[in-house]
């Protein structure tokens, strides 16, 4: 039980810090309302799982024969958000010209695009790996309690971060407000990307 408490605060501290999940989350929000966010929170959820799932039924022992693999993995991930974060800080800091897209194609969106972006995030490998790494060899039901809080800590965070992203939203109808969200997400993308590489 006491693994379990310790576990479930060790995810909890990593899915409410800032991070790039959190802020597709806010943005999300902030664009469409709490029910707009739900597919955002969906797709990172079940890309955490699917993660997991990867991980424990094989990637682990791959990372273990092959360590410069999970540092590649990671480099990659810091890279795409990186580019990602600086995208979103050029548009922020932009003057947008008439028929110019806009800052929504510049983060992934959707369930499939947030459950695929999982395994580009460096922030969800660490957290991942850090958990199994404390889960005992006890067979695959032993993963089940761990399924469980990779379901509900991150459900119950992004939820926080949802409900910040609605309550932002009647400020980001401005464009000059929009915009200098946009370039301090872009800029707090960058940063955790730098902060995440290994």
Not at 18 to 42: D, K, T
Not at 59 to 76: D, E
Not at 167 to 179: D, G, N
């Amino acid at each position: 039980m006491d693994h379990l408490f310790t576990l479930a605060s060790l995810l909890g501290v990593a899915a409410i810090t800032p991070g790039p999940n959190n802020l597709v989350v806010l943005r999300a929000a902030g664009q469409a309302g709490m029910r707009g966010a739900l597919p955002a929170i969906a797709g990172v959820v079940l890309g955490g799982l699917l993660l997991l799932a990867v991980i424990a039924l094989g990637a682990g022992s791959l990372f273990a024969a092959y360590p410069s693999l999970q540092r590649w993995i990671a480099v990659m991930g810091a890279l795409y958000l990186a580019a990602l974060g600086i995208t979103l800080f050029m548009r922020g800091v932009t003057t947008p010209r008439a028929g110019s897209s806009t800052t929504e194609d510049a983060l992934p969106a959707g369930t499939v695009g947030l459950v695929g972006f999982q395994f580009l995030n460096p922030k969800s490998w660490v957290m991942v790996l850090t958990a199994l790494a404390t889960v005992p060899a006890v067979g695959l039901h032993g993963y089940l309690p761990l399924a469980g809080l990779f379901v509900l800590i991150p459900t119950l965070c992004l939820l926080l971060w949802a409900a910040l992203g609605a309550w932002l939203a009647r400020w980001l109808v401005r464009p000059t407000v929009r915009r200098a969200v946009d370039a301090a997400m872009g800029a707090l993308l960058v940063a955790c990307a730098v902060f995440l590489l290994p």
